[in-house]
């Protein structure tokens, strides 16, 4: 069965172009008058986002694992409700992407693929439309949190830094900013693009300032006393979101570790590079959408070939990996963790083993 659902994922991906078009093509027919006043350019935009859709279930199969496309299709049905699609439209799209695979893939396969879609059809019948805010009452930097979050909306990156300086200064951990302020802010403007109510270039903006602040607060991070680990730190190639793992390896700075951050979209030959020349024993992995993961994979498995002269664990992370707790063991890695502070623990964990 796993490797069905991997040859059905894998037939997926290769055929992307192929399903999209019939799968729109179907659905243009059959919704016409819908979808006429998006054209021609709601076209264009139909069959790219039928590819997200399938390269998403494509990704889910590889690792066999259907969660991660029902995860998916909940997200998009808050994603449609934001735009203001009618109710029908996201189960007539998962509809008409089970007709194209059964065009397209032998019995089997499709049956395995449309059991996928068919869980996310019974699930976002009762999976919201919008999910609850993450700047919540019970954060213990509650009124801080919404403070900042409401600065940066406000396009006022400077009183958004000497807010968060002011907290330090007043003797707040960095560890309480990050995880307390930093991170609920970051998931509630992505919460808040994906309903629709603020743009691109506003969450990216608000990104932005967020790092810049980070980079403000790091005198603090270096100054910490080292315990002689080495960790590098880095996304896989085409991951743009950074600032998870950006706070990974801050926490693990402030822990005592040599942190080597790589940043985003770092080719694995420099990863490689990089592990081998700072004998790294720890190297965190971060992957943010699932449709990344098979890259985790890649990745993992060329570290794994480089023979290394010394001991090493790989830690992985990332919305998918929280949404799948078993898929770590999957791409190869050593552990997971769920976010930073966890990361901290693991990878103390991890280093014992080492020993």
């Known amino acids: 069965m796993v490797e069905l659902s991997a040859q059905a994922g894998q037939m997926l991906a290769a055929r992307l172009t192929e399903l999209s078009q019939t799968a729109v093509d179907a659905q ?64 007539t799209t998962l509809h008409f992407m089970k007709q194209a695979i059964e065009k397209s893939l032998p019995l089997d396969l499709a049956a395995i693929a449309n059991g996928s879609i068919d869980l996310a059809l019974d699930h ?24 900042y979050l409401r600065t940066l909306l406000s396009s ?27 991170q609920p802010a970051q998931l509630e403007i992505g919460r808040l693009w994906q309903t ?19 980079s403000q607060l790091y005198p603090q991070i270096l100054a910490s006393e080292k315990n002689g680990q ?3 730190a880095t996304s896989v190639s085409q991951e743009l979101h950074e600032i998870g793992i950006r706070m990974v390896a801050d926490f693990l700075e402030f822990s005592g570790w040599d942190a080597y951050y790589l940043g985003a979209n770092t080719p694995a030959r420099s990863v490689i590079r990089t592990i081998q020349e700072k004998r790294a024993g720890l190297i965190a992995i971060s992957a943010t959408i699932p449709v990344h993961v098979s890259k985790v994979t890649d990745l993992i498995a060329q570290i794994r ?17 929280n949404v799948s707790p078993t898929l770590w063991r999957q791409v190869g890695a050593d552990a997971h963790a769920r976010d930073a502070r966890e990361a901290v623990l693991v990878a103390q964990q991890l280093m014992q083993e080492n020993l």
């Open 28 to 91: 243009y027919e059959h919704q016409s008058a819908f979808w006429k006043p998006y054209d021609p350019e709601g076209y264009a935009k139909s069959i790219r986002d039928a590819g997200y859709h399938f390269s998403y279930l494509a990704e889910a199969l590889t690792a066999n694992d259907p969660s991660l496309f029902v995860d998916y299709a909940a997200w998009v049905k808050v994603l449609f409700a934001g735009l203001n699609f009618p109710d029908h439209i996201l189960p």
């Open 124 to 147: 976002i019948v009762s999976s919201p439309e919008s999910p609850a805010s993450f700047i919540r009452p019970d954060n213990p930097f509650y009124e801080l949190t919404d403070c």
């Open 156 to 182: 006022d990156r400077h009183a958004a830094s000497e807010l968060i300086l002011a907290s330090a200064a007043q003797g707040m951990s960095v560890m309480d900013i990050y995880l307390h302020v930093f």
């Open 196 to 214: 629709n109510q603020v743009s691109v270039a506003q969450e990216h903006y608000c990104t932005a300032v967020t790092q810049m602040i980070m």
């Open 230 to 232: 080495t960790v590098v």
């Open 305 to 321: 070939s480089s023979s290394f002269a010394f001991p090493y664990k790989i830690l992985v992370g990332g919305y998918p990996f």
